[in-house]
């Protein structure tokens, strides 16, 4: 059979990212077209959407007998690969009782007669294996077919365990299960309009030596992960896609690694975040053996994708790790008014060195990650308890992960202790500062004290 001829080209695989994108494994490198598979996430704006309610008395109403009547294949419906461009043939397979019987691993096309018309086929899983069924996007443009995929019990003959793939128009619809002998049943529903004139194309695939996390062919079925997980798994299938799902519990700066690979492989791991309309925004992606770092936000749900752009190896994993990283912000240095700015001892120890501050103060520090790589693009919170209140200022870290936050307008110091001076008494407080960022959890904000300068009385001698 030759995939090529109903696969559609992948789609821009990296999109403007609005994330952190800080390591040089993230950069807009482009990704190799993909051949091998069949993309469904055609980059921005696929709207995550529910499972499409087809025929629900159907579902529950089958009689198993009937298709069992109907093991000797019924050929004569199959759409035929030699009529290319086949006419708007009807065959009357509209629910689950007047289904098509299909074979594995044969590609089919069959056309829709009119808009919210479902086409409803059957087939037997001889063993178990997985199974992939497949459904191209349609060309014309708002017209958009599902697939829906079910096991049917074989004693009450009700169906059950329904998969469904309810991409919008323009991406491909992918739907996967783990089945055992048995007969399964799949529903092409027409959701959104209808080309009376062009087919649709589908086949049931076939395969064997699946990974554990089967089936996640798409993000229906992505699995969900917790903080610091790592995956291994396999491409069974040159269709196979994998998709795991991930919230993070609260914002972390993380470490994406993607290795372990098959020898020669071209698999990728493409990166999503559901944007507030619940539609997947492109972060980009990792090629083979390669890591990048980027901020995740809390409460987003973020989709990890691992396709082949060519060939697979069943036999061989590959490994998907996500883990929080440490970060550290440092203190540079801290400008304030001219007339008492400066690095200063108001006691005889040595340890009691601290930035002295009045009016305005400004802080220049710089956040790194624990292998010293610069963060940037992160916001920076200043926090200052005054004696007379708490202020705070925000800054960005620019590309080199520095910042200069500005705290315009102090309060007044009380003056809660003062200093002996060869010329005068210095009146001032010992006020707390802090630093922190949406990343940073609370060992990895910088907390120091100040030298709050309130005035100072001339003594001569
Ligand atoms: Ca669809
Ligand atoms: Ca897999
Ligand atoms: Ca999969």
Redesign the pocket.
Known sequence: MDMKKWLTPAAALLLASAFVLPSAAFAESKQPKANGHITQATGAGVTLKGGKAANVNGFQSVDPSHFKTKLPKDKAKKPSLSTQGITAADYGNHDPSTAIYLDLNTLYQNTMSTAGQQDWYYFYAPDASKLTALLPAMQMVGVDYDLHLFHMNDTTGALENEQYSAYGPGSDDQVAMVAQPGYYFLCVNSVSGVDANNPYLFEVAQSYG??A??A?DNLWQARSKTSDFSVL????NVF???WVRYTPSTTEYAKVTFDQLPTGSNYVVDMFATDANGALQSMGGLSANTAGKLALSQGTTYYFH?VSTGTVDPAANYHLQVSRQTTRIGLNTIDSDPNITGYVNYDNGPSMYKWRVQHWMTVNGSMRDADGQAIAGMPITLLVNERLGQQSANGVTDASGNFSIYLANMNPAVGDYSWYGPVSTHYYDIIPMGLGSPISNSNETYVTTLYHYAYSIYHPF
């Open positions: 699946y990974d996390a089967e996640d798994g396999n491409l069974d196979d896609q994998d691992v």
